[in-house]
């Protein structure tokens, strides 16, 4: 069991212009090598966990804090693969906590998550959002490794999520999933479908009418790429301050450039610019 570390805080250099990567603590096994500046002022970093996955039993801790006016992008190196847990050993833990200061934006888009057999994962994520602070926020589940014939063969994956603006709670999610005791093919659960792909796109302060012009716009978007017998992509609008795209896919082919275009829509709505995808780390 390892009890590895991660605090981040990114700040607008007010000399350039652009964001730069201020502060990084770090324990092993999460680690950031640098960061990179983007095309339009943001700073990027690659999450890297050294152990190549999340180990049974581990406790991980990432936290993010975007200053005033800074614009960050989080990715991963690659998916992140939760290993098999021994019996005895305690549910693995990753909890983040992320703090948007006024007029700041963060972009969190990881590649999928990956649970193998015999895993037990919860993950904890809380966001703050500050007046004018916006949220790109992605993630993807698959069912196993596929390739192995692995498939809803973990033994436990909680998820939760609470996304905050301005002090009030916009979203909150709670996930359990344990597909032994609750097989996650019934028609009441997932049915024929494999992956779940979620989109948070949130900005603390917009006005009602954005978010209902947004919410058409990507609706129109979600019934163009729905394929019914192999992805169905929908779009709702959260009490105040954003919206959520889902999506459920029957192989994962496809869901990263569907996440990436309801992307690029909604931050040219809401920012008047282009969405860059990140760059992998070499």
Known sequence: MRGGRLQLRFDRDRACGRTILAACEQQPPLRVVRAFPTGDGAALVHLHNLSGGILGGDQLRLSVRVGPGAAAQITSTGATRVYRSRPASPVSVQATAMVVEEEGLLEYLPDPLIPFAGSRYRQ???????????LFWWETIAPGREARGEIFEYELLQLHLDIVAEGRPVAVERMWLEPSLRPLGSPARLGPFR????????????????????????????????????????????????LIVRALSAGGGGMAAGLTEFWKRAKRELYGREALPPRKAP
């Open 124 to 134: 904890e994520t809380r966001i703050d959002l500050a007046h004018g602070a916006g």
């Open 195 to 242: 992956y779940l792909s979620t989109l948070y796109v949130c900005r603390a302060g917009v006005e009602p009418d954005r978010w209902l012009r947004l919410e058409r716009q990507l609706s129109e978007l979600a019934r163009h790429l729905t394929r019914p017998a192999e992805v169905l992509w929908g779009v709702s609008s959260l009490p105040e301050n954003g």
